[in-house]
């Protein structure tokens, strides 16, 4: 069995306008605003966000591509929720919270013999919160406070039409063991089994296919953590040896290295590495997220993406505070390994491809 895969590492979305994915990731969720920054694909500027617990750890990583060009579709062959795990007894809260918020939520629920809470993001994609024994540092917020905040992701449900093949690329080319089923749903946990490491492929055989480009609405894909860049390689050669031979090149996102592979039950599965200094490396810890930050090879076309760009205002629960500080990140390579690998960047001229 592969142990490449350790759990979660981000998990991605495409909500609607950039403002109101700011306000709903920090104040009703309560997550730290931990980076802003763009997509690293395409000619087209679009932020990229990344919200996190209060060491913006890997496996508390959501991001997003606030994406108001088009509309995504919900289906199934998508991730259909990202899970956040909440202290035991803190369930109660969570449903009065969200309700002060006026936020759709679905009732105090229970899977797996735990208690849930799910909730709707106003540009349509969903999230829960999970009762959990869970000790990693959670951000807190003015209505948030440690006792009851989330502490990371508990882990990712997948809609799927069909079981069989999601579970044979989850336990061959990941290295997830199964747990088993309840309902619908069936679980499984990456190998190591640590914080983040859940995910439930959910059986709705007569639901219709999402859609897999961007839009907003619906979450894009799921990372995964690998120890290094060698590690990531390795998986890259595990996928085309098991079949799956549509993996990408290595691709170069500044705070980490990825490579990505469509699987087989629809959702996009990135493995991430990442670089020695990660989220740290352009900004002190107790800034994280307060201002604009560009990949060294984006620079020189800063004022011409920040033209193109909606303003955001971070909001004051996001101020920088003392007391925070880096991950001691299990996963970061000593300087240098890196360029022994072959990685891929864009570069495009964006004022050039303005519309
Ligand atoms: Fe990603």
């Known amino acids: 069995m592969s142990t490449l895969v350790k759990g979660i590492h981000h998990i991605t979305q495409c909500p609607g306008p950039a403002q109101q994915d700011v306000d709903f990731c920090t104040q009703v969720l309560g997550q730290r605003l931990v980076k802003q920054t763009v997509l690293m694909d395409g000619n087209i500027p679009i932020y990229h966000f990344y919200y996190g617990n209060a060491d913006a750890e890997p496996g508390s990583i959501a991001t997003?591509?606030?994406?108001?060009?088009?509309?995504?579709?919900?289906?199934?062959?998508?991730?259909?929720?990202?899970?956040?795990?909440?202290?035991?007894?803190?369930?109660?809260?969570?449903?009065?919270?969200?309700?002060?918020?006026?936020?759709?939520?679905?009732?105090?629920?229970?899977?797996?013999?735990?208690?849930?809470?799910?909730?709707?993001?106003?540009?349509?994609?969903?999230?829960?919160?999970?009762?959990?024994?869970?000790?990693?540092?959670?951000?807190?917020?003015?209505?948030?406070?440690?006792?009851?905040?989330?502490?990371?992701?508990?882990?990712?449900?997948?809609?799927?039409?069909?079981?069989?093949?999601?579970?044979?690329?989850?336990?061959?080319?990941?290295?997830?063991?199964?747990?088993?089923?309840d309902g619908s749903y069936h679980r499984f946990e990456a190998a190591g089994g640590g914080p983040g490491s859940i995910i439930d492929l959910n059986l709705e055989p007569d639901r219709a296919p999402g859609s897999w480009g961007f839009g907003a609405g619906i979450f894009h894909h799921i990372a995964f953590s690998v120890e290094n860049d060698k590690a990531l390689f390795a998986q890259k050669a595990l996928y085309e040896e098991l079949g799956y031979t549509d993996a990408s090149e290595i691709k170069d996102r500044f705070y980490f290295h990825s490579l990505y592979v469509r699987s087989p039950g629809g959702v996009l599965v990135e493995c991430t590495a990442n670089v020695p200094g990660g989220f740290y490396q352009?900004?002190?810890?107790?800034?994280?997220?307060?201002?604009?930050?560009?990949?060294?090879?984006?620079?020189?076309?800063?004022?011409?993406?920040?033209?193109?760009?909606?303003?955001?205002?971070?909001?004051?629960?996001?101020?920088?505070?003392?007391?925070?500080?880096?991950?001691?990140?299990?996963?970061?390579?000593?300087?240098?390994?890196?360029?022994a690998y072959s990685l891929s960047r864009t570069n495009p001229d964006f004022a050039r491809y303005k519309r």
């Open 282 to 339: 352009d900004e002190a810890p107790e800034e994280l997220g307060t201002r604009l930050n560009l990949p060294p090879w984006y620079e020189s076309q800063r004022a011409e993406i920040v033209a193109m760009l909606e303003p955001v205002t971070v909001p004051e629960e996001n101020r920088p505070r003392r007391g925070t500080r880096p991950f001691a990140s299990p996963t970061a390579v000593p300087a240098g390994t890196s360029s």
């Open 64 to 181: 997003s591509f606030p994406y108001s060009r088009r509309a995504g579709r919900a289906g199934s062959g998508q991730i259909q929720l990202l899970s956040y795990a909440i202290p035991r007894g803190t369930i109660a809260f969570w449903k009065e919270h969200v309700e002060r918020h006026g936020v759709e939520h679905g009732g105090i629920q229970e899977r797996f013999a735990r208690k849930y809470l799910r909730m709707r993001h106003p540009a349509g994609m969903f999230y829960e919160v999970v009762e959990a024994d869970d000790t990693r540092r959670p951000w807190t917020t003015r209505c948030i406070s440690a006792d009851v905040a989330t502490r990371g992701f508990f882990g990712a449900v997948m809609s799927v039409r069909s079981v069989e093949q999601q579970e044979q690329f989850f336990i061959d080319a990941l290295g997830f063991r199964k747990l088993g089923v």
